[in-house]
């Protein structure tokens, strides 16, 4: 019985060597792979600009028609065509961009194209 636990030990030390070597091999395939990254990180010290803060969000709540909060799917579904996944926020955000750039006459134009909501918490 004992020189059999001595084969099955042997042969435990013998197949832990050979994993040991096939995972050291696959270590070295990868580091010739990936191994060169020069260049691809900045070092320590050197003079790239730390990395922006994320920009302050306030978190506000608002009423709108139905019919706006449709055109909000419809121009999610439109942008999802075009293969840009965008929530209401951004699309909201892209539109006060746009409303910036625009000339005074336009701005005016657009703002009285928008119908009036009644303001406050609708009662149920």
């Known amino acids: 019985m004992v020189k059999r636990q001595g084969d099955m030990a042997e042969s435990m ?6 994993e040991t070597a096939r995972v050291e091999d696959r270590f070295a395939k990868a580091e010739s792979i990936f191994g060169e990254t020069k260049g691809l990180f900045p070092l320590e010290g050197s003079s790239a600009p730390p990395p922006l803060p994320n920009p302050k969000v306030i978190r506000d709540t608002f009423s709108m028609p139905v019919g706006d909060y449709e055109l909000l799917d419809r ?18 955000r892209a539109g006060l961009r746009l409303l910036n750039e625009i000339d005074e006459g ?4 657009s703002i009285n194209r928008v119908d009036k909501v009644k303001l406050g918490r609708p009662k149920y």
């Open 13 to 18: 030390r013998k197949s832990l060597r050979d």
């Open 75 to 92: 121009l999610k579904t439109r942008a999802l065509a075009m293969g840009i996944a965008v929530n209401k926020s951004e699309l909201i």
């Open 106 to 109: 336009d701005f005016r134009a």
